[in-house]
Structures are given as structure tokens and as C-alpha cells.
């Protein structure tokens, strides 16, 4: 099992930045891709983007492609999420999780996959 904590978020004005990370500890972090979904009020938890363990490919969601960066630092056992140019339908709860599936080198990112998770933070974006 591995532990998740994740910091960085806060209110922000519409157009707006923001880096959201997340530390994993209890086992080898390289070799599991890690995630970040979203949770908005009333909605279901979606997939916002993920990464390999190596660092090397990426995946997004379309409605974030283009202004979201998902980036990992394998020697601190961290995650980032670079979130430029956010708009109100940024807004919601922000989780990082870790894929079950050692060395995975697929494109399936679901949320079943994601066996560990943060305790999310709140990202608010206004107009």
C-alpha cells in the first residue's frame, strides 16, 4: 500500500495558475504510474491526466490538453500537476492516486485502476 499526500491547492481568479503536488511513500514509486482526477459537487470523480512510472509518457483529458502539465520527480517520489489558464469549471477536489499495476505501458488510465489515493485538495477558480 502506499501513502499519498498532496498540497497546492487554493483559490485562484479565472486565468489563473496553479502547481498542485503529491508525495508517495511505502514502495517503489518508479515503477507505478501516477494519476490526478477531479471531483466538482454532484459530479463524479474524473480522470484529469496521468503519467508513466519512467516519466516519459503522458495522458490528458481533452478539457484539459493544451493548459495542464502532469510531470513526476522519481528521486523525491513526487507528482506535479502544472495548471495554467484556469477557468470556473476548474473547480473541485483534487486527487492524486497510484496505479495497482507495476511497470504499465498502456494508454487505459480508468479510475478502477488507481488503488491508492490521496486525501485531495481543493482547487476554486473564480470570475
Known amino acids: 500500500q502506499v501513502q499519498l499526500v498532496e498540497s497546492g491547492g487554493g483559490v485562484v481568479q479565472a486565468g489563473g495558475s496553479l502547481r498542485l503536488s503529491c508525495t508517495a511513500s511505502g514502495r517503489t514509486f518508479s515503477r507505478y504510474a501516477m494519476g490526478w482526477f477531479r471531483q466538482a459537487p454532484g459530479q463524479e470523480r474524473e480522470f484529469v491526466a496521468a503519467?508513466?512510472?519512467?516519466?516519459?509518457?503522458?495522458y490528458y483529458a481533452d478539457s484539459v490538453k493544451g493548459r495542464f502539465t502532469i510531470s513526476r520527480d522519481n528521486t523525491k517520489n513526487t507528482v506535479y500537476l502544472q495548471m495554467n489558464s484556469l477557468g470556473p469549471e476548474d473547480t473541485a477536489v483534487y486527487y492524486c492516486?497510484?496505479?495497482?499495476?507495476?511497470?504499465?505501458?498502456?494508454?487505459?488510465?480508468?479510475?478502477?485502476?488507481?488503488?491508492?489515493w490521496g486525501q485531495g485538495t481543493q482547487v476554486t477558480v473564480y470570475s
Open positions: 503519467i508513466r512510472g519512467s516519466g516519459v509518457s503522458t
Open positions: 492516486a497510484a496505479d495497482r499495476r507495476p511497470y504499465y505501458s498502456g494508454s487505459d488510465y480508468s479510475l478502477t485502476h488507481f488503488g491508492s
